[in-house]
C-alpha cells in the first residue's frame, strides 16, 4: 500500500449518485482534502451489472483519478492480509475484468443458492439439487482447466490420468457427504432463517433496536442468555477465527477475511439484515455490500450511503479495532458520522 495517499472507498451507491449529479459533493470533499479514490474488483462487478451505464461509471472514475486495488494472494489464492494500488485507467482494468470474468466460471458451485435458500429463496427446488448442481459444476470447472495440461506439463511424476479420475468421482464423493444434511434441511417446512427466529426469539426487531457501542459484544450476550446456546467462543461464533475441524485452522485470518465474516454473521442473524435476501439480485448486492466492507478496511474512508451496510461495516471495524473510518451520506444530512467515526 502506499503511504503518502489518503485512501478513500466510494461504495457504488455512492458512485452512482455521482453520475446522477453528485448532490452530496463529493467530488469537492476528494479535491478539498486531498483525498485519491479507490475502487475494487467488487465495483467493476457492480458496474457490469448496471447494464448501460457501464461508461457513465468508468469515465467517473477516471475523472476522478480514481486507483484500484488489489488484495494480495499467496501461492495458495489465500489472502495475505495486503493490497496493491495501482493508476491505471478504469476502462483497461475493466475490460482485462471482463474478459476474465467471460473467460472462467460464472458460478460459485451453489454456495448462493444454498445461502438464498436459508433466508426463503428458491423455493423450486432443494438443497439436495443445489448440492448435486454444485459438484456437477465445479467437476466442470475443474475439467476445463486441465484442458491442454499434457502438452505444456514439466513434472513428469504428476499423474493426469489419476487426477482426471478423482475428478470423475468428485461428484459422488461430495453427493454421499452432503446428503444427510440436506435430507435434513430438506424435512423443514421453514427455511432455516425463520426457523432460528421462531426459536430464539431473535431476528431484525429486536437486533435492530442494538446500539453502538460493543454491538457484537452485546448481540453474543443475548445469543449466550439462550437456553441451549451451545457456542462457546464469540470469535469461532463470528468467524473471527476458525473451528478446530475446518482446513488450515492453524492460520490467522486477515482483517479482510473477519471483516466479511462478521458482517455476514450479523446479516443472517438480523443486525440491520438486507433487505429481501431470497431474492437473487438483492442476495448478490448483499454479498457485494459485505466485500466492499471487507476492502474498504484497507482504506483510511469508506465513503457509503447505505445504512444497513454502514452499521454492519461499523460493528465489525469497532470489534477488530479496524481504523477505518466510515462517512455514511444521508439524505437529511450531508455527512453523519457512525459510530466509529468522526467528521474531521
Same mark, same amino acid.
Given at each position: ?23 452530496? #459533493? ?7 482534502? /486531498? ?40 501461492? /495458495? ?32 458451485? @451453489? ?31 475443474? /475439467?476445463?482447466?486441465?484442458? @491442454? ?64 457501542? /460493543? ?60 433487505? #429481501? ?52 451520506? #444521508? ?14
Amino acid at each position: 500500500m502506499e503511504d503518502n495517499y489518503i485512501l478513500a472507498y466510494l461504495d457504488h451507491n455512492v458512485l452512482d449518485l455521482m453520475t446522477k449529479g453528485d448532490p452530496h #459533493k463529493v467530488k469537492e470533499l476528494l479535491k478539498n482534502h /486531498n483525498l485519491t479514490p479507490v475502487y475494487s474488483d467488487e465495483t467493476l462487478k457492480e458496474i457490469q451489472r448496471s447494464i448501460g451505464y457501464e461508461s457513465k461509471f468508468l469515465e467517473l472514475l477516471e475523472e476522478i483519478e480514481a486507483k484500484y486495488v488489489e488484495p494480495i494472494l499467496d501461492q /495458495n489464492f489465500k489472502q495475505t492480509g495486503q493490497a496493491n494500488i495501482h493508476s491505471v485507467l478504469p476502462k483497461d482494468i475493466y475490460k482485462h475484468f471482463s474478459e476474465n470474468q467471460s473467460e472462467g466460471t460464472s458460478g460459485d458451485f @451453489g454456495v448462493s443458492e444454498m445461502l438464498m435458500k436459508f433466508f426463503g429463496g428458491q423455493p423450486d427446488i432443494s438443497f439436495e439439487e443445489i448440492f448435486q448442481q454444485g459438484a456437477v459444476d465445479l467437476q466442470k470447472h475443474l /475439467n476445463e482447466s486441465l484442458e @491442454g495440461i499434457e502438452g505444456i506439463l514439466l513434472d513428469e511424476t504428476i499423474d493426469i490420468q489419476s487426477i482426471k479420475n478423482l475428478i470423475e468421482d468428485l461428484p459422488q464423493v461430495m453427493i454421499n457427504q452432503s446428503s444427510k444434511m440436506a435430507e435434513e434441511l430438506d424435512g423443514r417446512e421453514e427455511s432455516p432463517v425463520s426457523q432460528y427466529e421462531a426459536k430464539t426469539g431473535i431476528g431484525p426487531v429486536v437486533l435492530n433496536n442494538v446500539a453502538p457501542p /460493543n454491538v457484537v459484544e452485546k448481540v453474543w450476550q443475548m445469543l449466550s442468555n439462550i437456553e441451549d446456546f451451545s457456542e462457546a467462543d464469540i470469535e469461532i461464533f463470528f468467524g473471527v477465527k476458525p473451528d478446530s475441524f475446518e482446513k488450515d485452522s492453524d492460520r490467522e485470518r486477515t482483517i479482510q477475511e473477519k471483516v466479511n465474516a462478521i458482517y455476514h454473521q450479523l446479516n443472517f442473524l438480523g443486525y440491520y439484515r438486507d433487505s #429481501k435476501m431470497k431474492k437473487d439480485r438483492r442476495f448478490r448486492a448483499s454479498f457485494s455490500d459485505m466485500t466492499h466492507a471487507g476492502i474498504a478496511s484497507f482504506c483510511h474512508l469508506f465513503l457509503c450511503r447505505d445504512e444497513d451496510l454502514v452499521m454492519k461495516a461499523a460493528a465489525a471495524y469497532e470489534y477488530l479495532g479496524v481504523k477505518t473510518k466510515i462517512l455514511h451520506y #444521508k439524505a437529511s444530512k450531508q455527512i453523519q458520522p457512525t459510530a466509529n467515526a468522526s467528521a474531521d
